[in-house]
């Protein structure tokens, strides 16, 4: 959750993270439709090269919001790394569940 920006106080460098953050998530999944609705090669490629740069930046504001405890979360089991892991595979093979 964000902190509010009360008082006319201007955005602290949290916040400005956050929206960054928030920025880039829109851009990879703007990128990711794109590319799952264009069939033009070149399109493809340039939009691929979008996705790429703004999985990058995400993932770059994640570290530095997690590294300073504004970004909390929790850690997976690894049971819950494998009931993820068969859910995709039955998902991934929709087919295979009905053999």
């Known amino acids: 959750m ?5 008082d006319g106080r201007g955005l602290t460098d949290r916040e400005i993270l956050q929206l960054c953050l928030e920025l880039e998530k829109g851009r990879c999944r703007s990128a990711a439709n794109v590319l799952m609705e264009t069939s033009h090669k070149d ?3 340039i939009y691929e090269g979008c996705f790429a ?3 990058d930046s995400q993932y770059d504001l994640y570290e530095i ?3 300073k405890g504004w970004y909390i979360q929790s850690q ?4 819950d ?3 993820v892991r068969e859910e995709m ?3 991934l093979h929709p087919d295979d569940q009905f053999m």
């Open 43 to 45: 399109l493809r490629d």
């Open 81 to 83: 790394v494998a009931r």
């Open 2 to 6: 964000m902190p509010n920006n009360m």
């Open 76 to 79: 997976a089991t690894n049971e």
């Open 53 to 55: 740069n703004a999985k």
């Open 65 to 67: 919001l997690h590294s």
């Open 89 to 91: 595979r039955n998902n």
